[in-house]
């Protein structure tokens, strides 16, 4: 097993090499190659940076940090230095995100596709029954959605062994961090610019990240296409939100770059405030709404009562913009993307044969547990498998032995329960020393990364008027985790250094 020892400046923490985990031989930098005075002076000014720059989130610790803004704020987890990732790889996953984009829509038109694929997962998922419900509402009243906005983000890993790159999923539905990681991007290049020499490291070989540019630029341009120089922007919140200025980011470049109003409102507050007019316009507290942005809606818990549903299905029935809508939700749902997955399908929906090959080469093995073969293999060798329940926003997937103990708690109940899960092939990344920042504090530890890269979509009727590729979300998590999302504790905000 490989050691390494903390530096100074944190937890004190000897590093073994987890099993199946490899630790990189050749990492760009590693933790002794680094000056411990040069350390020390880059974390103290990436911290001050950070709160210069509202790099920020709500300190759990202060009672009142997830309601109101300007108070209990602290710097957003970040590392320390950007993550060595290869040119070609990040190309690859910046031309994917039009191609994903274009998906979306295509596979959202397919009313039946969406409702077939998710039929038996409806009869043991209750929270996807309720969205099916819904999405068949609409099917029912011809519903058509002639403007659409898609805020996408479509999330990878590198596989260490074949070095290929792999899509873990692609989120449909409240893709957020886009206001905080371009910050971080920024940080990084601002340290290199002023460090870089001593480290060897040129700024300019991290990336610029435009992604809170191009999402407020997105909405403001789907705004315009609503046509009514009155109405506002409604962002759908969660009542306790700690990631609230990364939201707050897109809201004060919306008012400040195209001035556009923006009001914030729990499903809650929408169902009791809100008001659908006999022509589709939707009134909350009177004001009409031109674009529905959900930062909220996408986990049962956001729907704790009746009022939650009411609201987010007239708000479906409403004229408003939804970003997403009820199809572009289900289209970012797991089982969709194993569907996706199988032979012939993307052809059904895309076409482009290139643009098909490469969507296909980042696919990687994803099944439905009613393939008897696979789930067998899985029983023996649960390491090499994720088990995915339908939900967002982390903390849900099951690993390991844990696995394992599912799939034969399943095969022995007999039930349709395992309808709700999709079987996915474990992705193993390249394991790199890192420097993670958490409440001042600097820990070093071994870490893997996710690459995010944003997209964003938006047409009227036959007009594509945006399809683009809107910057990136570098994330790393400590290597012995599998899983832990940023607000969870585990990961931290990255950038990259193309190599
Ligand atoms: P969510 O919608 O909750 O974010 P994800 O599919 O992104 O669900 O899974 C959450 C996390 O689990 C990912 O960020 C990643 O760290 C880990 N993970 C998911 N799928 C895989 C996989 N196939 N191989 C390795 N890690 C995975
Ligand atoms: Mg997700
Ligand atoms: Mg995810």
């Known amino acids: 097993a490989s050691k390494a020892v903390a530096l100074k400046c944190g937890r004190v923490k000897e590093m073994e090499s987890q099993e199946g985990i490899v630790v990189s031989t050749k990492p760009m930098w590693d933790f002794h190659g680094i000056d411990e005075e040069v350390i020390q002076k880059m974390i103290f000014d990436a911290l001050v940076w950070s709160s210069l720059h509202g790099l920020v989130v709500g300190d759990r610790n202060s009672l009142r940090s997830g309601k109101v803004p300007g108070v209990g704020m602290v710097h957003a987890p970040f590392a320390l230095l950007p993550m060595p990732f290869p040119e070609s790889h990040w190309r690859q996953a910046c031309d994917l995100a039009p191609i994903f984009n274009e ?170 405030e809100g008001e659908l007019l006999p022509d589709g316009t939707l009134l909350v507290g009177g004001q009409a709404i031109a674009v529905i942005y959900f930062r909220a809606g996408y986990a049962p818990t956001d729907y704790p009562s009746e009022s939650e549903w009411r609201a987010r299905l007239f708000m479906e029935e409403s004229s408003s913009i939804k970003c997403p ?34 969507v296909r080469k980042c696919f990687t093995g994803l099944w439905s547990l009613d393939d008897l073969d696979i789930v067998r293999k899985a029983i023996e060798k649960p390491e090499l498998f994720v088990m995915k329940p339908q939900r967002e926003g982390g903390g849900n997937n099951i690993y390991g032995d844990d696995v394992r103990e599912n799939l034969l708690r399943l095969q022995k109940d007999k039930t349709e329960e395992d309808a709700a899960y999709i079987l996915m092939q474990r992705i193993f990344p390249t394991v790199s020393p890192t420097f993670l920042m958490r409440d001042g504090i600097c820990h070093k530890d071994h870490a893997i990364s996710e690459l995010g890269i944003y997209g964003a979509y938006l047409r009227n009727k036959d007009k594509v008027l945006m399809n683009d590729q809107c910057g990136y979300l570098m994330r790393s998590k400590v290597s012995s985790s599998n899983e832990g999302g940023v607000a969870a504790g585990f990961a931290v905000l990255d950038s990259i250094y193309l190599t």
């Open 325 to 358: 809508s009820i199809s572009y939700h289900l289209a970012g749902t797991k089982k969709i993307q194993q569907e996706l997955a199988k032979p012939n399908l993307l052809e059904r929906f895309l076409d482009n044969k290139e643009d098909i090959a490469k």
């Open 103 to 272: 998906l979306v829509d295509r596979v959202s038109l397919d009313g039946r596709f969406l409702q077939d694929s998710l039929s038996r997962t409806k009869k043991v998922d209750v929270f996807t029954h309720r969205l099916l419900d819904i999405h068949s509402k609409m099917l029912e009243m011809n519903k058509k959605e002639e403007i659409r906005l898609g805020l996408h983000r479509s999330d990878y890993m590198l596989d260490e062994q074949t070095k290929l790159l792999l899509q873990i999923e692609l989120n449909t539905i409240s893709s957020s961090f886009a206001g905080l990681t371009s910050l971080v991007s920024e940080l990084h290049r601002s340290l290199l610019k002023y460090y870089g020499g001593k480290l060897e490291l040129d700024s300019k070989r991290v990336p610029g990240n435009s992604a809170r540019f191009k999402f407020a630029e997105a909405l403001a341009k789907a705004w315009m296409e609503y046509n009514n120089p009155r109405a506002v922007i409604l962002v759908v919140v969660q009542s306790d939100e700690h990631n609230m200025y990364d939201q707050h980011w897109l809201c004060a470049l919306l008012r400040e770059i195209h001035g556009i109003a923006t009001i914030r409102k729990t499903l809650a507050e929408i169902d009791t």
